[in-house]
């Protein structure tokens, strides 16, 4: 058997896997820079990139596998393959993991500070973010790893950044206030396409509303948020409704506000909802909003970013949460005879698609790009057929979404990500892109002592750092290094002098210590703690001298006086050093009444504003004053990027632009993308339409939406509802081949796959049964030249049973061909199995037995081994090696078998 005698009974993977990826990846056969041959043709792929938090699931395994078999394939055929990945930072959903590790500890986010709580995320994604890529690797994935990319690369950033501002001069970049869909928890805006819906039975409540003309009639609403009546501007009813006739026009008594509001029309009403008449409260709802711009009506925000009440909710519900308000709203309405009836209703609820909490729409100044020239050539590009869909049912979610597109919201008010490439005003918040600099000048409040973390007043106490502090510093001073700071400021109580030092230790700069930087004088508040102050003044007394502008603690200084002291000591400093970067270490009240005055702050806003210890706030002087009101300082703009808007510069910011660099020239278009039906919208159509705009070309020609993977009765598949099966656990079990085997074998063309395990295990018998099939042939192959590929079989040596081999060998090297090309996974591999197992293992090995034909034998296992390479890679490139073929290379560049012409 010419060395192959080592083929042991059964196959194992465990022995052969790693050792096979190993080969593979020093051959440099996966770049496509490195492959063998004159290959003229590419052929490309950028893996949708998995977000840097997550680990393999089903979807992946599935998708990853397609990409597999499509590469390999090429790679067979002759083609330059570049299979190209990467991860995606993954905003909200990275930040809420590093949030959660942070709420272990005992801390937050704000306790950090930005700079601080980004370079955390940064430590957690060299820690945990290439674990899904190494996951991919043991699924024998042949990706180019040199060419590996991360949406948060300094490449990649400048390829967002130079979107952005491409964008913004062509005037379709703008900042407005909207309603938009909030998230409480995460504290962020999110677009409709990032919301997941959740049918709940609610309490349908049925409200009457007094008609101020008529004296005892009333018109009754029906809504499931009776909270939000607070809020109302107007009654809505359809134009079209004959009941409401006679009291469109009229006025309506808002119940517990107790104010007039009218009675309009609409045609987005729904006649058959409740009683056909509709509250409208512009403030916090979609349509409402839309009504409520068209009839110009008032808007009540009454609901706060926290999901907590306004002051505009009155009285009764002012500082309490969203679902207190509502029963307290109930309650009221019921002592006023006001609730006529509760009725349960099945109610969709939208919420967050990363924390599940229930969006909380509300007004919110947000940017957004304009979608109607991009709606159109993205949906062009594909009722032309530049774009095509595989299955073709897939097209109509696309156009029916990019018919009626809306201006994307692409601001997140998070701090992971690419940060909106703009600077404003400090002053007036006018926008403006980044200006030349004449200093920059920051503020870092001190580092924690021990009387922080008990909350006790400090005000000119001498409290030194703790450890906790120090750290704090040292953190700092590593974010502030490469920021040219030439001068040190800072306050001479022991907590700032000592933070500055540490600072001024790591950047080589000498500390001016500077008394108009001291904390507030706070009297005799001074060593204690909150609590025992609120004993002391009651919570209300506490809260009302904390915050009050004039009135001083009992021996100490009032806000109006730390603010004329530290401003003095402020443009003095400015005086003396005009173009020079300047860091001021000092306190938390005392850097609250500066940003105040540059930002031109009420005093209510900048006092509750307290940056936490270690925090550094940049104040940049510009050299070209604003044009709006003339002030100098600008700052960055905090707001960061859908991640979907980097997402969508995949194809070719992957591969160098802006720079047109070799491999943006040879690898762009890419070929095919593989994805989900739930981001079509999300991410496929913003791809095209980015690569229609800053490429002149689509990003790829064909779409592969796969199927998904449920369980096996049909339900979503859910690591946190115990549903979720985990590919890795299948491959320790049975192998990679026999995984990927079993996923695809399920991918019939069909939308949902009802997982059955028992393919994977079907996957395992069939690799043991192509390893024996070889162990034959190899065992009992006594004549050398069978080996000899390079030649035609003698037609008269072959029997009917080689013939008829043969014959369906050919067949089936079309049919598995044509499949692939057509995007049929399942077909191709159950008509390759179909042909391996029953026609050359069960038909034709047992009949040779008796009157063997060698170099038939060989041939078809040698094709058949470069027919299921693709889908089983590890498997066939190891029985490939143990084939004594003269001038072999590796299976993964060997040639595809084309059928012969007949």
Same mark, same amino acid.
């Given at each position: ?5 080592d ?17 593979w990846e ?16 590419t052929?490309?792929?950028a893996?949708p ?7 393999l ?9 397609i ?39 005992g ?18 994604k ?15 994935s ?9 949406t ?20 379709w ?5 909207r ?5 409480v ?5 999110l ?18 509303? #007094? $008609?101020?003309? @008529? /004296?005892?009639?009333? =018109? !009754?609403?029906?809504t499931?948020?009776? *909270?939000t009546?607070? +809020? ?9 409704d004959?009941?409401?006739r ?8 808002? #119940? $517990?506000?107790? @104010? /007039?509001?009218?009675? =309009? !029309? ?5 006649? *058959?909802?409740?009683? +056909?008449?509709?509250?409208v409260t ?12 068209k009839?110009?009506l ?7 970013e926290?999901?907590?009440? !306004? ?23 019921k ?6 009836k ?7 609820v939208?919420l967050c ?5 229930a ?22 590009a ?12 897939w097209?109509?979610v ?5 018919g ?22 400090s002053?007036c918040d ?6 030349e ?32 502090g ?32 540490i ?15 001291r ?20 919570e ?16 100490g ?14 443009q003095?400093l ?28 009420h ?9 936490s ?31 979907w ?14 720079e047109?660099?070799?491999d ?16 079509i ?11 229609l ?51 695809v ?15 994977v ?22 004549d050398?030249?069978a ?24 067949e ?8 692939i ?16 197992w029953r026609?050359f ?8 037995k ?18 299921l390479?693709?889908?089983?890679p590890?498997l066939?490139e190891e ?24």
């Open positions: 058997m010419n060395g192959t005698e083929l042991e009974p059964q196959y194992d993977p465990k022995k052969v896997e790693d050792r096979i990826y190993k080969l020093e051959s440099g056969f996966f770049n496509p820079d490195t492959l063998p041959g004159k290959r003229e043709k052929y490309t792929i893996v990139p998995p977000n840097v938090t997550g680990s699931h089903m979807g992946h395994a599935l998708n990853a596998t990409q597999d078999i499509l590469i390999r394939k090429k790679r067979m055929e002759g083609y330059k393959t570049l299979w190209l990945p990467g991860t995606d930072h993954a905003g909200i959903a990275t930040q809420n993991v590093v949030e959660k590790e942070l709420k272990k500890q801390t937050t986010r704000y306790d950090l500070g930005r700079q601080a709580f980004i370079a955390r995320v940064w430590e957690w060299e820690k945990y973010g290439d674990i899904i890529l190494e996951q991919f690797k043991k699924l024998g042949s990706m180019d790893w040199s060419r590996t990319r991360f948060m690369d300094p490449e990649y950033q400048k390829a967002v950044e130079e979107a952005f501002l491409h964008y913004y001069r062509k005037g970049m703008y900042r407005a206030e309603v938009v869909n909030w998230c928890r995460c504290q962020t805006s677009s409709d396409l990032e919301l997941e819906y959740k049918e709940e039975k609610a309490m349908l409540y049925y409200i009457q509303y #007094p $008609i101020l003309s @008529r /004296p005892g009639e009333h =018109i !009754t609403v029906a499931v948020r009776p *909270e009546m607070l +809020g109302d501007s107007a009654v809505a009813v359809n134009p079209k004959e009941r409401y006679d009291i469109v026009g009229a006025e309506v008594l808002l #119940p $517990i506000q107790d @104010r /007039p509001i009218p009675v =309009i !029309t609409d045609e987005a009403i729904d006649k *058959e909802f409740g009683t +056909g008449a509709v509250k512009p403030a916090h709802d979609p349509l409402d909003a839309d009504i409520g711009a009839n110009n008032p808007v009540y925000k009454v609901i706060d926290r999901g907590k009440m !306004t002051a505009l909710a009155g009285p009764l519900c002012e500082g309490v949460k969203a679902s207190e308000c509502r029963e307290r709203v109930v309650s009221e309405l002592a006023k005879n006001l609730l006529v509760e009725e349960s209703y099945p109610h969709n939208s698609y990363r924390c599940g909490t969006i909380e729409p509300q007004p919110s100044m947000q940017w957004f790009l304009k979608m109607s020239e991009l709606g159109r050539v993205a949906l062009d594909v009722n032309t057929g530049r774009v095509t869909f595989y299955p073709d049912r097209k109509d696309y156009t029916h979404w990019m009626s597109v809306r201006d994307w919201n692409i601001s997140r008010q998070i701090w992971w990500g690419h940060r909106i490439p703009l600077w404003r005003c002053t006018e926008a403006r892109e980044k200006p600099l004449a200093a920059r000048w920051f503020l870092v409040r001190h580092g924690e002592t021990e009387w922080n973390k008990e909350m006790r007043y400090m005000g000119r106490e001498d409290i030194p750092l703790n450890d906790a120090r750290e704090q510093a040292r953190t700092t001073a590593a974010a502030l290094k490469d920021t040219g700071i030439d001068i040190i400021v800072s306050s001479d109580l022991a907590r700032a002098s000592e933070t500055a030092r600072i001024g230790r790591e950047l080589g700069i000498d500390v001016i210590e500077n008394e108009h930087f904390e507030r004088h706070m009297g005799e508040w001074q060593g204690k703690t909150t609590h025992e102050l609120k004993e002391i003044h009651t209300e007394g506490f809260t009302k001298i904390r915050f009050h502008y004039d009135e001083a603690y009992h021996g200084e009032s806000w109006r006086e730390v603010e004329g002291r530290v401003m003095k000591g402020f003095d400015r005086q003396k050093y005009q173009n020079k970067n300047v860091l001021i270490v000092s306190h938390g009240g005392t850097i609250r009444m500066i940003v105040k005055n540059i930002r031109n702050l005093f209510d806003v900048a006092v509750r504003n307290e940056p210890n270690g925090q550094s706030i940049e104040l940049s002087i510009a050299r070209e004053q604003c044009k709006n009101c003339g002030n100098e300082y600008v700052e960055p703009i905090e707001d960061v990027l859908d991640t808007f980097s997402s969508a510069l995949w194809p070719f910011a992957t591969l160098g632009w802006p047109h660099i070799r943006l020239k040879e690898f762009y278009p890419t070929s095919v993308l593989s994805t989900a039906r739930d981001i919208n999300l991410w496929v159509a913003r791809m095209v339409y980015s690569g705009e800053f490429m002149d070309g689509v990003p790829f020609s064909d779409v592969i939406i796969h199927a998904t993977i449920l369980t096996k009765d049909g339900k979503r598949m859910s690591k946190s509802l115990g549903t979720g099966i985990d590919p890795m656990t299948l491959i320790e079990k049975y192998g990679a081949d026999a995984t990927r085997f079993g996923i074998w399920q991918a019939m063309g069909n939308q949902d796959i009802h997982w059955a395990e028992e393919h295990n079907a996957g395992k018998k069939f690799a043991n049964k192509v390893w024996n099939a070889a162990r034959f042939v190899l065992m009992n192959a006594a050398p030249s080996f000899d590929l390079s030649g035609d079989i003698l037609h008269d040596a072959m029997s009917d049973d080689d013939k008829k081999v043969l014959a369906l060998l050919e089936t090297k079309k049919n598995v061909g044509a499949h090309d057509a995007y049929e996974f399942g077909h191709a591999l159950h008509e390759l199995y179909e042909f391996f026609e293992c069960d038909v034709y090995i047992e009949r040779s008796k009157a063997r034909n060698d170099a038939v034998a060989v041939r078809v296992l040698t094709e058949s081994l470069k027919l390479h693709p889908f089983m590890f066939t029985v490939w090696a143990r084939i004594p073929l003269p001038g072999k290379s590796m299976l993964i560049v060997s040639e595809w078998p084309l059928p012969h012409a007949r």
